[in-house]
């Protein structure tokens, strides 16, 4: 069975910083797009950031500029490096594999997700 696990979420003050990371088994993610996506309580879950089997990176209007994503293919690990956090990115975070090399938002396997909570 296909596994993507990820890890690093947590309890963070407002302009702190946070590391994700997921980590895949049983598949080669270098062959895929890997993407971040989380939802907040009673909102609809939403993408944040994809990179593509090329490395090229895409991000959210609402992340751009404080948060990077990239895949370390040695490793079967893609990360999410989240700085500046502020109480709006308080959610579950989900690694996510496109189901093709390229970058659309439209995953075939799921992570189960980690808990990422900004507050003072």
């Known amino acids: 069975q296909l596994q993507l696990v990820e890890s690093g979420g947590g309890l963070v003050q407002p302009g702190g910083s946070l590391r994700l990371s997921c980590v895949a088994s049983r598949f080669t993610l270098s062959y895929n797009g890997m993407s971040w996506f989380r939802q907040a309580p009673g909102k609809e879950r939403e993408g944040v950031s994809c990179i593509s089997a090329s490395q090229r990176t895409y991000y959210s209007d609402s992340v751009k500029g404080r948060f990077t994503i990239s895949r370390d293919n040695a490793k079967n690990t893609v990360y999410l490096q989240m700085n500046n956090l502020n109480p709006e990115d308080s959610a579950i975070y989900y690694c996510?594999?496109?189901?093709?090399?390229?970058?659309?938002?439209?995953?075939?396997?799921w992570g189960q997700g980690t808990q990422v909570t900004v507050s003072s």
């Open positions: 996510a594999r496109e189901s093709g090399p390229s970058c659309g938002y439209r995953p075939d396997y």
